[in-house]
């Protein structure tokens, strides 16, 4: 391989490593300790959100129009279901899961993707 060809490289790989050697260098001054309070495992009409399934992926997604953001939990098998959020102060309450369906009123059901 030409010598010259390799050149255009190595000099943009150099100016890469000062470049994030001084934005480190700066960052590093900038940062403050995180921490981050205990996780709380959820309950949705007095059982475990997402309990008894595998890699239950949740999000959060106002799913009736009523502008508090329910839970929508999806999980390795393709099964989705919903919690709503039930009124009140408490933002962790929510009623129980139930099947998110279609239109015509079948289970949503992705069969494991």
């Known amino acids: 391989m030409n010598p010259e060809a390799r050149r255009p490289f190595?000099?943009?790989?150099?100016?890469?490593?000062?470049?994030?050697?001084?934005?480190?260098?700066?960052?590093?001054?900038?940062r403050t300790e995180v921490k981050?309070?205990?996780?709380?495992?959820?309950?949705?009409?007095?059982?475990?959100?997402?309990?008894?399934?595998l890699f239950p992926s949740p999000v959060l997604r106002d799913m009736n129009g009523?502008?508090?953001a329910d839970v929508v939990v999806g999980?390795?098998?393709g099964k989705v279901?919903?919690?709503?959020?039930?009124?009140?102060?408490?933002?962790l309450a929510f009623a129980a899961e139930t099947?998110?369906?279609?239109?015509?009123?079948k289970p949503i059901d992705f069969h494991n993707w």
Not at 36 to 53: I, T
Request: charged fraction near 20%; aromatic fraction near 6%.
């Open 36 to 53: 981050f309070a205990a996780p709380v495992r959820l309950h949705a009409g007095g059982k475990f959100l997402g309990g008894n399934r």
């Open 75 to 77: 999980d390795l098998f």
């Open 99 to 105: 099947e998110l369906k279609t239109a015509d009123g």
């Open 81 to 91: 279901t919903v919690a709503l959020r039930t009124p009140g102060k408490d933002p």
């Open 10 to 30: 190595s000099l943009v790989a150099a100016s890469w490593t000062a470049a994030a050697t001084l934005l480190g260098d700066s960052l590093a001054q900038e």
């Open 66 to 68: 009523d502008g508090i």
